[in-house]
Each structure stands twice: as C-alpha cells, then as structure tokens.
C-alpha cells in the first residue's frame, strides 16, 4: 500500500558508543515510511546512525543495512598547483601551492550541493605528496592542510563522505605524472632539467601537451622510463637493488635510499591524518593510487612485458634508458596505434643525440648511473657500446640469489608500516583504502596475513581499447581478455548490448578475482570512467554526446550488475573544452564551471535544476539506486531510455559486527532507502510493482529516496520490485545488437548464396 507522501521532522536518535545498538524506528508497527529527515544517499551521522562502516564484503550503517556507495573523484586539477605555469615548468617547484585545489573554499557549498544532487555522495578526495611537502624535507604546506580540512569539514552539511588519496601517476609531476615532490628526485641525483632531452622521462603532457595526435596518451609509458621506474624501485626495494645509494641528510649522516624515501612518504602520511583523521565525513585513507613495481620483477633489462606496459611512442628498454641517461644516443623502438593488439613496433630512432647526462656531478652517484654504479650495466671504451652485465639483476636478491615478488617482499610489509601509522593517529574506525598495480587482477598471494585492518580493496577499470585509440562506437574490444589469452573473436563485441555485457563480464572478473583471494573484505572500484574528447572531439563542435551517453551508460550498468560501490574519474571545475583537464592531455571530467550558473543564479537545494548546468550526459550518470538496503541485495538493473528500474533483496532481521574484539548483534531496520533523482521524476508520477500486500513505501521527490518498508507478515521472503516513470521517458539510443543491425543483410546473403548454388547445381549437374 502507498502511504501519504512528504516527511516529518523526526530524527534518528545518534547514540554513544558505549550505550545499547540502536533501533530504527521502522521496527514501529506503527512507523509510516520517509517519516524521518533524512534521505537515501546521506552518509552523515543524522541518515547512517552513527557511521559507515565493513561487515565482510559490504559497507553497512548503525542500523544493519547494506550502503551502496556511488561517487566521484574530485578532482583531476588537484594533480597540478594552482600557480603552475607551463611554460616555466620546472622552475620555481619549491615554492608551487595547491591552496585552492579543487576548488576555492567558497565554492565549495555549490560543488558538494550538486553531488548531492546527483547522488554522488562519496568522494575520493584527491591529494598529492607535492601539495603537502613541496618546499623540502620536513617542512609540509600547513596552510594547504589547513584548507582541506575548512573544506571536508562541510561534507556533513550536504550528506557526503570522503576518503583520502594520495594521488601519484609516474612517480611526480616532474617525471611526466604526478604526486611526489621534487626534492625526491633531486635527491637521488637526477638533473630536472635533463629528464627530458636524456629520455628519462616525458614532459610534454604536464607541460600542456598531450592533445594531439603525436602525443595522445603516452604519458603511462613513463613507468618504464629511467626516472620513474627507478624512483619506485628505489622506493620499494631500495635496500635490496640499491645498498650503495645513500642520501647525505643535513646532519652530515647519510641515510639508505629506501628508507630516507619510506620514512619521507609515512611521515608525510601521518601530517595529513593529523590533519584530517579527526574529521567526521572522512572514512579512511588510501594507501597510494596506481602504485608501480619499477624495475622490480622485470625479467630481462632488453624487453618490458607488453602485457601489462603500454608501448606507445619511443619505448627504450630498461637497458636503454640506462644508456640514454648517461649521455649515450641510443637506437629505440617506436610503437604505433594497431589493431586488434593496441600497438605494434613501427620504427627505430636515435635518442639523446646530445648525449645530456640526467646524473648530476654533485649528487650521491658523482654522475654515475645508479644501475652502473651497482654493476648492473656498464661502458666497454674499447668496442665503445654499452654491456649488460646482470640481465636478471631485478628477479632475484643480488647478495642471497634468492626470487624476489614486489607483492610479498616489498609491498606487502610497507602496507603494514602504512597501516600502522594510520592507526597511530587515527581513529582506529579509520578503513584503509588499498590497490593493486593498474590493469592486474588481485594477487593470489594477498591472502589474509598480507592484508590491513578495516582493508577495502579499491582497484581501477578502465576502457583500455578505448584509452588508446580515444574513438568509441558500435564495435568494441575486451583488452582485459586478450591480455591474458582470449581467442580474438570472444574479445570482440557489436552494439549496446554488446558494450555492455563487454564491460560487466571485466568488471565482474575484477570483483570476482578479488572476493576469490580476499574474502568477505569491501570491494570498492577507485576509478572508471569515460574520455570525453573521444572521437576526435566532435561533440564539442555538435553538441551531440551520443557516444558519451551509450558509454557511459555500459559502464553504469556494468558497476550495477556487480553491485558495486564505485568513484567516477572525475568531477573537476576546472575542466574547459580546449584544455580538458590541463594534465597531459585527459578530458575525463563531464562537468566544468565554465559552463555552469554563476553562484549568484544557484539555488543548492537538492532538487534545484540549476545545479544541473555545466553537467553533461547527466542523464547516464544520475541514475537511480538502492542505497541502504533492509537486507542483503541480490540484483539491480536500470534502462536509462525507459527510467524503469528492477531491484531484488532478501531482509535480514539482524545481522553480527566484530569491532575491536568485540561481537555486536544489530537488529537490521526494516526501511530500504532507494536513490531515485528528481532529474527522473520532475513532472512525471513514480509507480512501484511487486510489493508484498503488508510492505509500506512512499517516494518523496523532495529528497529524491523512494521509501519502502517492508512487512512482518513474512520479513524473510525475497523482494522483487519494478519502479517506472510516467509518462515514459524518450529513448536515448537504440539498444542495438550485431543480429540487429546486420541479420537481415546476412540473411538476404544467404538466401541469394542458397538459391544461387541451387540454380547452378539443377542448370550444369542435374
């Protein structure tokens, strides 16, 4: 039955952690649905009962229901300082500022209005070590701490969460990404100014390039360059590839690299928590994004796995970027765009015709290449040419001879140190956010020794094909598959239908790989997302996001058929149509300020249609949602081109938490919230099929939930129900398939083939 729309002003009670679990007041039998003040996607205390947190594999509330958690990353900008200037760069590194990224703090009211809006109310908040630790070691930006914390401290207002990550792509911006300052380079001995022309590192993208052909995408190829790739090796294994670095520190002691490199890292780390661990919309932190091995576990210095390494561009060896960094012009393969693999090995050319040096005289090396220095590779003056003199030197333990895997030896205890830093300072509720190298799936060896407390595993997925090539149509490819195997023709998909059931079977795999070797532990994807600018740009010019809105619809319901939590790449302000996101080359952000409302035309209430402006293919992404279920979800489906959406659960009666030691049984609430946008509903009636004869529900366009409650007749029994719209929304795209578009053609061919053959058989043979 529908009860009365609209809500009281009645709260939920919070109570301390030390008096009895809390009650819903659903439990009522006199309780009328939406009868509280809250709404479905309100992650504060006043919608949560108190706080987010993990029982096994799902994020739950003081109340015992299963939370959906949706949201975005915001934002890209805060990669690069505020006062970053491309043509300088880069000079003047001590003295950047990100005060302001990502956003002005008065801004911030609109920003977090509009994902509420959108009901994006999870936020992976985006940091970079640069940003706290630019000026030198030790000495951290407290005015930049200072203003995320005035900025995350409002996310209660507006029913967000956040977690923090600290943002790294490439090692730093100064090797061609983003994250570490660098002072870390300088450290080590590389010569900024050298990176470049030496090889060691491309630039071109953090200098405002990237946009075009010639340069689109390459930027990843930077982790096998010499700059990045040994700065994560050093900073992983640094004891075990590099014992004869040593970094001079300013009391005349010197310091092993590994460790002056970690110590800097965790100490930075633990200014942030102090910073921000107290705050109360932030649930936890995250480790590092994309984390690197380097060299460590590469085979053979003359190749890099092609698997898992992008080739694109000039690709040297590890091998020959030890040669290009010493001042040596080397001959280096050059990789093009092809198809069905992503690339293929096109050209040669000399490098470093200069021969630039990126080893300064002055730094722990006195020049040398560091690999050299530990007699890795070395000059032979007399045939004057470069000799590999330990092929495998990064596969096993140089003194024990013993195999080395980044995962168990390096990785893996840094996790503990990190973790145990966080738990120091922080609130022990704190979750730790972790993630695997990009693009593989979960170890088989992060058994539960080898995992933290409170651990939500937070991988990436992306469209590869897609990233490559920036083109997106009827006909897709799963990367995923045929990097580990996969006959071809089953890579290959045609249409709507077929893009999606292409992304969920990855999506699915990712998830599924990690539950296998992880357990009942919270799988939350970190990043995914779309490239805006794909096909050459053209909805720029047409206004017409056609291909947007299809692929960014494949994706949602690829993370819906998983019942995945998940954070969009990314909601940046800054992003504008020429320069996207200003970092080499990216245009993933479907909003930008430039096209939004000037605050003073902005009403922030969640149901204000002028927070819409400046958002595109909106209709793709705000989309409707269970976000705290009375149970145990079971399946999710919406079509965005009819606005109908199927959502089956099971209610639960209680459900047991173990925190700090201790075993809490929950009575689980018996009211399901369900996001459901006004940008669906607005002058169209909400109709819900499928409930049982005593379930109650109510949808309330105000708060943008659709209520339901479920009955006491049989509180056990599976819910199924089917929400649509009316009037019916029109039709987005076509949800075409290969039989589809070309079944009658190939039908027509064969029945001409037929008759053909027949003919010819009576008329010479008959």
Same mark, same amino acid.
């Given at each position: 039955?529908?009860?009365?729309?609209?809500?009281?002003?009645?709260?939920?009670?919070?109570?301390?952690?030390?008096?009895?679990?809390?009650?819903?007041?659903?439990?009522?039998?006199?309780?009328?649905?939406?009868?509280?003040?809250?709404?479905?996607?309100?992650?504060?205390?006043?919608?949560?009962?108190?706080?987010?947190?993990?029982?096994?594999?799902?994020?739950?509330?003081?109340?015992?229901?299963?939370?959906?958690?949706?949201?975005?990353?915001?934002?890209?900008?805060?990669?690069?300082?505020?006062?970053? !200037?491309?043509?300088?760069?880069?000079?003047?590194?001590?003295?950047?500022? *990100?005060?302001?990224?990502?956003?002005?703090?008065?801004?911030?009211?609109?920003?977090?209005?509009?994902?509420?809006?959108?009901?994006?109310?999870?936020?992976?908040?985006?940091?970079?070590?640069?940003?706290?630790?630019?000026?030198?070691?030790?000495?951290?930006?407290?005015?930049?701490?200072?203003?995320?914390?005035?900025?995350?401290?409002?996310?209660?207002?507006?029913?967000?969460?956040?977690?923090?990550?600290?943002?790294?792509?490439?090692?730093?911006?100064?090797?061609?990404?983003?994250?570490?300052?660098?002072?870390?380079?300088?450290?080590?001995? #590389?010569?900024?100014?050298?990176?470049?022309?030496?090889?060691?590192?491309?630039?071109?993208?953090?200098?405002?390039?990237?946009?075009?052909?010639?340069?689109?995408?390459? $930027?990843?190829?930077?982790?096998?360059?010499?700059?990045?790739?040994?700065?994560?090796?050093?900073?992983?294994?640094?004891?075990?590839?590099? =014992?004869?670095?040593?970094?001079?520190?300013?009391?005349?002691?010197?310091?092993?690299?590994?460790?002056?490199?970690?110590?800097?890292?965790?100490?930075?780390?633990?200014?942030?928590?102090?910073?921000?661990?107290?705050?109360?919309?932030?649930?936890?932190?995250?480790? @590092?994004?994309?984390?690197?091995?380097?060299?460590?576990?590469?085979?053979?210095?003359?190749?890099?796995?092609?698997? &898992?390494?992008?080739?694109?561009?000039?690709?040297?060896?590890?091998?020959?970027?030890?040669?290009?960094?010493?001042?040596?012009?080397?001959?280096?393969?050059?990789?093009?765009?092809?198809?069905?693999?992503? &690339?293929?090995?096109?050209?040669?050319?000399?490098?470093?015709?200069?021969?630039?040096?990126?080893?300064?005289?002055?730094?722990?090396?006195?020049?040398?290449?560091?690999?050299?220095?530990?007699?890795?590779?070395?000059?032979?003056?007399?045939?004057?040419?470069?000799?590999?003199?330990? %092929?495998?030197?990064?596969?096993?333990?140089?003194?024990?001879?013993? !195999?080395?895997?980044?995962?168990?030896?390096?990785?893996?205890? *840094?996790?503990?140190?990190?973790?145990?830093?966080?738990?120091?300072?922080?609130?022990?509720?704190?979750?730790?956010?972790?993630?695997?190298?990009?693009?593989?799936?979960?170890? =088989?060896?992060?058994?539960?020794?080898?995992?933290?407390?409170?651990?939500?595993?937070?991988?990436? $997925?992306?469209?590869?094909?897609?990233?490559?090539?920036?083109?997106?149509?009827?006909?897709?490819?799963?990367?995923?598959?045929?990097?580990?195997?996969?006959?071809?023709?089953?890579?290959?998909?045609?249409?709507?239908?077929?893009?999606?059931?292409?992304?969920?079977?990855?999506?699915?795999?990712?998830?599924?790989?990690?539950?296998?070797?992880?357990?009942?532990?919270?799988?939350?994807?970190?990043?995914?997302?779309?490239?805006?600018?794909?096909?050459?740009?053209?909805?720029?010019?047409?206004?017409?996001?056609?291909?947007?809105?299809?692929?960014?619809?494949?994706?949602?319901?690829?993370?819906?058929?998983?019942?995945?939590?998940?954070?969009? $790449?990314?909601?940046? =302000?800054?992003?504008?149509?020429? %320069?996207?996101?200003?970092?080499?080359?990216?245009?993933?952000?479907? #909003?930008?300020?430039?096209?939004?409302?000037?605050?003073?035309?902005?009403?922030?209430?969640?149901?204000?249609?002028?927070?819409?402006?400046?958002?595109?293919?909106?209709?793709?992404?705000?989309?409707?949602?269970?976000?705290?279920?009375?149970?145990?979800?079971?399946?999710?489906?919406?079509? @965005?081109?009819?606005?109908?959406?199927?959502?089956?659960?099971?209610?639960?009666?209680?459900?047991?938490?173990?925190?700090?030691?201790?075993?809490?049984?929950?009575?689980?609430?018996?009211?399901?919230?369900?996001?459901?946008?006004?940008?669906?509903?607005?002058?169209?009636?909400?109709?819900?099929?499928?409930?049982?004869?005593?379930?109650?529900?109510?949808?309330?366009?105000?708060?943008? &939930?659709? *209520?339901?409650?479920?009955?006491?007749?049989?509180?056990?029994?599976?819910?199924?129900?089917?929400?649509?719209?009316?009037?019916?929304?029109?039709?987005?795209?076509?949800?075409?398939?290969?039989?589809?578009?070309?079944?009658?053609?190939?039908?027509?061919?064969?029945?001409?083939?037929?008759?053909? *053959?027949?003919?010819?058989?009576?008329?010479?043979?008959?």
């Amino acid at each position: 039955m529908e009860s009365a729309e609209g809500s009281s002003e009645t709260s939920f009670e919070l109570l301390d952690d030390d008096q009895a679990p809390l009650h819903h007041p659903s439990h009522s039998p006199t309780y009328t649905p939406g009868s509280g003040s809250t709404y479905a996607h309100d992650w504060s205390p006043s919608g949560t009962g108190g706080e987010l947190r993990i029982r096994g594999r799902h994020f739950v509330d003081a109340f015992g229901r299963v939370c959906n958690l949706r949201g975005v990353n915001v934002a890209g900008g805060s990669k690069i300082p505020v006062n970053h !200037k491309h043509e300088t760069f880069p000079h003047d590194h001590h003295a950047v500022t *990100f005060v302001g990224r990502p956003f002005p703090l008065e801004d911030a009211p609109q920003h977090f209005a509009r994902l509420r809006r959108w009901g994006l109310s999870l936020i992976r908040f985006v940091i970079t070590w640069e940003a706290v630790e630019h000026a030198g070691p030790g000495i951290y930006d407290m005015e930049y701490l200072a203003y995320v914390k005035s900025l995350l401290s409002l996310l209660p207002q507006f029913g967000l969460v956040a977690f923090i990550d600290i943002h790294q792509d490439v090692w730093s911006r100064y090797s061609g990404g983003s994250g570490a300052p660098a002072w870390t380079l300088e450290s080590i001995g #590389f010569d900024l100014h050298a990176l470049e022309e030496s090889g060691a590192a491309w630039l071109l993208g953090v200098k405002g390039g990237g946009h075009v052909e010639a340069e689109r995408g390459i $930027w990843p190829c930077g982790y096998q360059k010499l700059a990045a790739a040994t700065m994560a090796t050093c900073f992983w294994a640094g004891d075990t590839f590099a =014992p004869k670095l040593r970094i001079p520190m300013s009391d005349g002691q010197t310091k092993p690299v590994q460790q002056f490199l970690q110590d800097a890292f965790l100490d930075m780390y633990t200014a942030v928590v102090r910073a921000l661990g107290d705050i109360e919309g932030v649930l936890g932190f995250e480790i @590092m994004n994309e984390p690197h091995r380097g060299y460590i576990d590469l085979p053979s210095l003359y190749q890099f796995d092609y698997n &898992t390494d992008l080739h694109l561009s000039y690709v040297p060896s590890a091998f020959q970027s030890f040669m290009l960094g010493a001042g040596y012009p080397t001959l280096v393969s050059n990789w093009t765009r092809s198809f069905p693999e992503p &690339t293929r090995m096109t050209s040669h050319s000399v490098l470093n015709a200069a021969s630039r040096k990126v080893w300064r005289a002055d730094g722990p090396t006195e020049g040398r290449c560091v690999w050299e220095l530990h007699g890795v590779w070395g000059w032979d003056k007399v045939r004057n040419e470069g000799v590999v003199l330990r %092929e495998n030197y990064f596969v096993k333990d140089p003194m024990t001879g013993r !195999k080395v895997n980044w995962y168990t030896d390096f990785y893996y205890p *840094f996790l503990k140190r990190w973790a145990q830093r966080i738990r120091d300072v922080a609130p022990k509720d704190k979750m730790l956010f972790v993630e695997p190298i990009p693009n593989e799936f979960c170890p =088989p060896s992060w058994t539960k020794e080898n995992q933290v407390p409170n651990m939500v595993f937070a991988p990436h $997925w992306y469209d590869l094909y897609t990233l490559f090539s920036k083109k997106f149509g009827d006909f897709t490819v799963n990367v995923q598959g045929l990097s580990r195997g996969l006959f071809p023709l089953q890579a290959f998909y045609w249409g709507q239908l077929g893009v999606r059931e292409n992304y969920s079977r990855q999506i699915h795999n990712i998830i599924d790989s990690a539950h296998k070797v992880l357990g009942e532990v919270p799988v939350l994807i970190g990043e995914c997302g779309i490239p805006m600018d794909m096909n050459e740009k053209e909805a720029f010019e047409t206004e017409n996001w056609k291909w947007q809105y299809r692929k960014m619809d494949a994706l949602m319901v690829a993370l819906e058929r998983s019942f995945a939590n998940f954070a969009l $790449w990314n909601y940046n =302000p800054s992003n504008n149509d020429a %320069e996207g996101d200003d970092w080499n080359g990216e245009n993933f952000s479907w #909003f930008s300020s430039r096209r939004a409302l000037p605050p003073s035309l902005l009403d922030l209430h969640q149901t204000s249609f002028t927070l819409d402006n400046g958002g595109r293919i909106l209709s793709a992404i705000v989309r409707p949602y269970p976000a705290k279920t009375a149970g145990i979800p079971l399946r999710f489906s919406y079509e @965005m081109n009819t606005g109908q959406f199927t959502f089956e659960w099971k209610p639960s009666d209680t459900i047991t938490l173990e925190e700090q030691g201790q075993t809490n049984v929950i009575s689980v609430a018996r009211e399901t919230e369900i996001f459901v946008p006004s940008l669906l509903t607005h002058g169209r009636k909400l109709k819900i099929e499928g409930l049982e004869p005593d379930d109650t529900f109510t949808h309330d366009e105000s708060r943008q &939930t659709l *209520f339901i409650v479920h009955g006491t007749s049989a509180p056990s029994k599976m819910r199924k129900v089917t929400v649509f719209v009316w009037p019916p929304l029109r039709p987005t795209f076509q949800l075409n398939t290969f039989w589809g578009d070309f079944g009658e053609l190939i039908i027509s061919g064969l029945v001409v083939f037929i008759g053909t *053959f027949i003919l010819v058989k009576l008329k010479f043979f008959m």
